[in-house]
């Protein structure tokens, strides 16, 4: 459960950047981030009930990554719905479409890996820069993070809630 949660609450942290660098205001972000959540659900639902089998459905992380290392685009929020929307679409359709799941698994795992890690490593970036911006703000986040792990290492207890 807390591992759950922790992994909800960190996405939606990205989801909420990620829509907020596209240009939402925080009420178009709260409201998308409930739109994610009941998709979610429905499909997690659906997908249960037809397969009589509990299925957890998750969001893309690295696709909220990738709208929050991006800039606005040129028709705003809503163009970003639209194009989110489109992709989510498309990989519905790759996922019914035999050829193209084949296709798409055969893509090499370093060439994903690779993908993943030039979408995350704008995101991974932010603290540093925000350092030199903001250093008294961000600097005791940064010690205080670094303390946790040290007692994380000492204890064997992971933050997720699982033991190492």
């Known amino acids: 459960m807390t591992a759950a949660l ?24 709260a409201s998308g981030l409930v739109a994610l959540c009941l998709a979610q659900a429905v499909a997690m639902l659906w997908t249960t009930w037809r397969t009589r089998v509990p299925v957890l459905i998750a969001w893309s992380t690295p696709g909220a990554a990738l709208l929050a290392a991006g800039a606005v685009p ?7 719905v639209g194009a989110f929307i489109v992709s989510g679409v498309l990989i519905v359709i790759t996922g019914l479409w035999p050829m193209l799941s084949r296709l798409v698994s055969r893509i090499p795992p370093a060439v994903a890996q690779a993908m993943l890690a030039g979408v995350l ?15 008294v703000e961000i ?4 010690v205080v993070w670094l303390v946790l ?13 699982v033991r190492r």
């Open 74 to 80: 040129a028709g705003g929020f809503p163009a970003a």
């Open 139 to 142: 600097l005791p986040i940064i």
């Open 149 to 161: 792990m040290r007692f994380s290492r000492r204890t064997g207890i992971a933050f997720r809630g």
């Open 6 to 29: 922790v992994g909800f609450a960190s996405s939606s942290a990205v989801v909420l950047a990620g829509l907020a660098a596209v240009g939402a205001t925080p009420a178009q972000a």
């Open 121 to 135: 490593v704008q995101l991974c970036l932010a603290p540093v820069r925000e350092v030199v911006i903001s250093p």
